[in-house]
């Protein structure tokens, strides 16, 4: 299987609390390249980042610590009940965070190798941005699952927890664009079924991808 092939490269998202970060560790289990969004933009806000300078020019100095690096709880706080803030923070982020994270799949994927390389993000849909994928999976489960997941997992209020899974796009948007969809209700065994079966797929999407 000789040639230089990119990789597969497919996206995860998912409502808060829908499993994606299992979901995203099992998929790493059995080969894939994982880059979790939510920690390449954190560390593209670090001082001398690529997008330090500019969410610090938009938010202003409160949003820092005295060494200087941006608290990500002070920033969430600014930008979650603000939409315009909300906006401005995405669009100064994700174009950096997707460069980067197309820089590292094409660096990793490997001559004569099937390469999946997953982009774990929460708001691929909400931002358009599931359409630079060869593939989409979504993880889903029920609302009273992630109720209950965000109050044991974040200590959430109720009412907290029902703002969080609201300010994000309704899960039937989210499975209307969906290649592969992976129900996180069950046990864990129930759900590596599942991934393991749609890594199968997914290894015969990049041989129908770039091998004639």
Known sequence: MGGSHPPLRVGLTGGIASGKTTVAKLLAELGAFVIDA????HSLMEPGAAAYDRVVARFGARILD??????????????????DSRRDLNAIVHP?????????????????????AVFDAALLVETGLYREF????????????QLRRLLV????????????????????????????????????RETR??????YVALVADFRREFRP
């Open 193 to 198: 079924k599942q991934v393991a079966g749609v």
């Open 134 to 145: 060869h593939r989409l999976i979504v993880t889903r489960c029920s609302r009273e699952m």
């Open 66 to 83: 005295e060494h200087g690096r941006i608290v990500r709880a002070r920033l969430a706080e600014r930008v979650f009940h603000d939409v």
């Open 38 to 41: 939510d920690q390449l933009a």
């Open 153 to 188: 997992r974040d200590g959430l209020s109720g009412e907290e927890a029902e703002a969080r899974i609201d300010s994000q796009a309704p899960l039937a948007d989210k499975l209307a664009v969906a290649d592969y969809v992976v129900d996180t209700d069950g046990t864990l």
């Open 96 to 116: 950096e965070v997707m460069s980067e994270a197309h820089r590292r799949m094409a660096a990793w994927a490997q001559p004569g190798r099937v390469s999946i």
